[in-house]
């Protein structure tokens, strides 16, 4: 009864708030800052975890740029040059054009770099040989052969089967006469 007569008095000279009220006011700023704290976490969580897939993005963006310039280069195991080439690269705000710090601290595109590195001689251990192929090397698959033995219809009279089924002239053929 006394607390009801105070709370009448206070409403009364115009604060308009009772002290059941400020408890309840109390109680809910409470929940709110529990709930901002738990946000703020939440927030805190998805913003590392999207700063981690965008660096995971970039870092595989350089790698794939550096690995087709090294392939196209015919740079001996890409991957080997691949991790020490992307220490150097960095990936514009577009997240496409990739550049790298050379030697001399000037900024190249990767196509570039790439290829002073191929063209270096003191790299020359590292990159694929052009390799041609030699005499008789012609591209055909019969290997000169029109048997499927691979050997020409010449050289089967000479060295094998002489009589006169395989063209032959009824002699003895180096095989026969030398064993």
Partial sequence: MIQEKKDEMLKAAGSGVTPDEIKELNRELTK??????????????????LNAEQTMRIDNVKKTAIRKELEKNRVIKPDMFVDMFSNRATVDKD???????????????????????????????????????????????????????????FMNRLVGHSDSENGGNGGKSLAEAFG
């Avoid at 709110?32 to 975890?49: H, P, V, Y």
């Avoid at 001689?121 to 040989?129: L, P, R, V």
């Avoid at 090397?137 to 499927?148: F, V």
Wanted: charged share 25%; hydrophobic share 25%; glycine share 14%.
């Fill in 32 to 49: 709110m800052k529990r709930q901002n704290e738990k946000d703020t976490k939440q927030i805190a969580e998805l913003t590392e975890s």
């Fill in 95 to 153: 997240g496409k054009t990739v550049m790298i710090t050379g030697d001399d601290g000037s900024e190249l595109s990767i196509a570039d770099y790439v290829a002073d590195f191929a063209n270096d001689e003191s790299n020359s251990a590292f990159i694929q040989k052009n390799v041609h192929g030699g005499f008789g090397s012609n591209g055909s698959n019969t290997n000169g052969g029109s048997d499927g033995t691979g050997a020409s219809e």
